[in-house]
């Protein structure tokens, strides 16, 4: 973690409010539009939650996150932004290079769809795509990530694999 972002002195955790001590398990969407639009991360508790606990928007494009977890190894780290104002940032880094600012977000119409048509999916990888005259296309990554909080009230999500087929290893950091 020293390597990927400077920490800081811990206060509370960041949705400690959203997720229940017990639960080690979320299920967790990664949205990518396909365009220019960037990234969006939601962890809910369950698939049939109506709320996500968490919905960030992360400062990579669908080329720039898909090209990142082609390396096998994805680590994206937020670090909050003291007085961010009422959205809440976090400076974010990709693999140890910083990539600009995550901000937390209200879940939108085309997001609202997609996590709707997802419901019944536990896991997997794949592409929606919305009718419509403004419909658009997504690519997404859902499945289920441990929950863990660190000693220094951080909290971290690791994408379980249990096939171990994907071969791919991807982490949210979430600093204090």
Known sequence: MDL???????????????????????TGTIICPI?????????????KTEEPSVFVELPLSTSEFTSSIDSS???????????SGITQRWQT???????GFAR??????EEKWVLETMQMVSSGAG???????????????????????????????????????FGQDLSVFFLQ
């Open 35 to 47: 365009g220019d639009k960037k990234v969006k991360l939601c962890l809910k508790e369950n698939n």
């Open 93 to 99: 880094y990709c693999n140890g290079q910083k990539v």
């Open 127 to 165: 592409f929606l795509l919305q009718k419509g005259p403004d419909a658009g296309s997504f690519k997404y990554l859902r499945g289920q990530f441990e929950r863990i909080v660190g000693s220094d009230d951080s909290e971290a999500y690791h994408l379980v694999d249990p096939s171990y087929w």
């Open 104 to 109: 937390r977000l209200v879940v939108g119409k």
């Open 73 to 83: 190894v994805l680590r994206i780290v937020l670090d909050p932004v003291p007085d």
């Open 4 to 26: 990927l972002a400077p920490l800081r002195a811990c206060k509370k955790l960041i949705f400690y409010q959203c997720l229940p001590d017990a639960a080690t398990l979320v």
